[in-house]
């Protein structure tokens, strides 16, 4: 079965850190695009980051410079380290599989929350 | 960024009706390969998205053939043949034509 599991949300404090992880299964993980989309109440659907089969990686501008993806093929596993956390980074963070017909495979979603 | 706007925002249809969405972008999202970039997801009740359409048009796989994409440029719609209770839940346009993927605000589709 194709599977994305992610994990690593919490609750932290503004300015902290957290790092997620997203495990992939039932697919060949080296060979897709990878994708890190979030959910939150005020902004619905965002995406946050790509990162190519090469290493190649992509943000969006709210998170440029405070967010890092990256994947070791060897464990079938994708990562954001997240830092300098806002409070308008709370959200649901979902990892996806971009195949040749979009994201077609979709995590059940990290909770981070933001908050003092 | 390309804007995705949708309507209606909610929807409340009785089982066995039709049911129609519609997703407008700022700009139109057909590539120079041909390709249109445009997409629809389905988000049930306490799951992630799931992709229905891709590229317009094409159902992806294990989807319902009651749900049909149509559209070119920047107008898109969804159309729903028969309502069941199964299509409940909230109803997403994505764009990939450039970066940043963006979404339109959603559609929930609830049953009378």
């Known amino acids: 079965e194709v599977q994305l599991v992610e994990s690593g949300g919490g609750l932290v404090q503004p300015g902290g850190s957290l790092r997620l992880s997203c495990a992939a299964s039932g697919f060949t993980f080296s060979s897709y695009d990878m994708r890190w989309v979030r959910q939150s109440t005020e902004k619905g659907l965002e995406w946050v980051s790509a990162i190519g089969i090469a290493g190649d990686s992509y943000y969006s501008d709210s998170v440029k410079g405070r967010f890092t993806i990256s994947r070791e093929n060897a464990k079938n596993s994708l990562y954001l380290q997240m830092n300098s956390l806002r409070a308008g980074d709370t959200a649901v963070y979902y990892c996806?599989?971009?195949?040749?017909?979009?994201?077609?495979?979709w995590g059940q979603g990290t909770t981070v929350t933001v908050s003092s | 960024e390309i804007v995705m706007t949708q309507t209606p925002l909610s929807l409340s249809v009785t089982p066995g009706q039709p049911a129609s969405i519609s997703c407008k972008s700022t700009q139109s999202l057909l590539h120079s390969d041909g390709k249109t970039y445009f997409y629809w997801y389905l988000q049930r009740p306490g799951q992630s998205p799931q992709l229905l359409i891709y590229?317009?048009?094409n159902r992806f796989s294990g989807v319902s053939d009651r749900f049909s994409g149509s559209g070119s440029g920047t107008d898109f719609t969804l159309k729903i043949s028969r309502v069941e209770a199964e299509d409940v839940g909230i109803y997403y346009c994505?764009?990939?034509?450039?970066?940043?993927?963006?979404f339109g605000g959603g559609t929930k589709v609830e049953i009378k």
């Open positions: 996806a599989r971009s195949g040749s017909n979009g994201m077609d495979v």
């Open positions: 994505m764009q990939a034509l450039q970066p940043p993927l963006t």
């Open positions: 590229q317009v048009s």
